[in-house]
């Protein structure tokens, strides 16, 4: 019944290791999303992405990879993490493409902890 | 560019008296706007959205928020206060000029709700 789903929930690595987040949406929307929430509670933008296709990438490190498999998976890959990268990590999902008044659907979130 | 200011990053108020959170939008379109909640350790959830359907906009749990353009803001307000109310508000504006398919978050407002 979760709308939009996150795996792990917790994560806690060691610097300069490799970890996936995955995420999916069984809402039928054609656009997915990362967030990152630093400790400030300030939300960014990373990804966006319509039908499968990257449409945003807000600077981020190109340690960080998103992949979409499907409309309904966005997943992201993390390489070499680094303490920087402590956050609580968002998935997004929306309907964008028949009117920009749509919410975004967002996920639990997955607490990442780089030790 | 289109961004969003929330005045104040916390608020604290009594229960049982009226919430007011602050927002300020800047846009060059017709803008889309949004208010998300999130309670402690928890995901996003929508309060509501301006549609421009109506500048008085009701939403979850009492809530309700007013788009004046002559203002360029767009307040969130509950008359009564409830302890339930605690939490992180977010004020967001969708930026256009990515076709959408980038929201741009306020830094947030914490809710204190005092019995």
């Known amino acids: 019944d979760t709308a939009v789903s996150q795996t792990p929930k917790y994560l806690v690595t060691q610097m300069g290791n490799d970890k996936s987040i995955k995420c999916e949406q069984n809402l039928g929307h054609d656009t997915m999303y990362w967030y990152k929430q630093d400790s400030k509670k300030f939300l960014k933008i990373m990804f966006s992405y319509n039908n499968k296709e990257l449409i945003i990438n807000e600077t981020v490190p190109n340690r960080f990879s998103p992949k979409s498999p499907d409309k309904a998976h966005l997943n992201l890959h993390i390489n070499s993490l680094e303490l920087g990268d402590s956050a609580v990590y968002f998935c997004?999902?929306?309907?964008?493409?028949?009117?920009?008044?749509?919410?975004?659907?967002f996920g639990p979130g997955t607490r990442l902890t780089v030790l | 560019a289109q961004s969003v200011t929330q005045l104040d990053s916390h608020v604290s108020v009594s229960e049982g008296t009226p919430v007011l959170l602050r927002c300020n939008y800047s846009s060059s379109y017709s803008p889309s706007l949004f208010w998300y909640v999130q309670h402690p350790n928890k995901g996003l959830q929508l309060l509501l959205k301006?549609?421009?359907?109506?500048?008085l906009v009701k939403g979850i749990n009492g809530f309700e928020a007013e788009f004046k353009k002559s203002e360029t803001s767009f307040h969130l307000t509950k008359p009564s206060a409830h302890m339930s109310d605690a939490a992180e508000y977010f004020c967001?504006?969708?930026?256009?000029?990515?076709?959408?398919?980038?929201?741009?978050f306020g830094a947030g407002t914490r809710l204190f709700v005092k019995a």
């Open positions: 967001v504006v969708r930026d256009l000029n990515t076709g959408g398919f980038k929201t741009i």
């Open positions: 997004a999902s929306s309907q964008v493409n028949t009117g920009h008044n749509n919410e975004q659907f």
């Open positions: 301006y549609t421009s359907a109506a500048t």
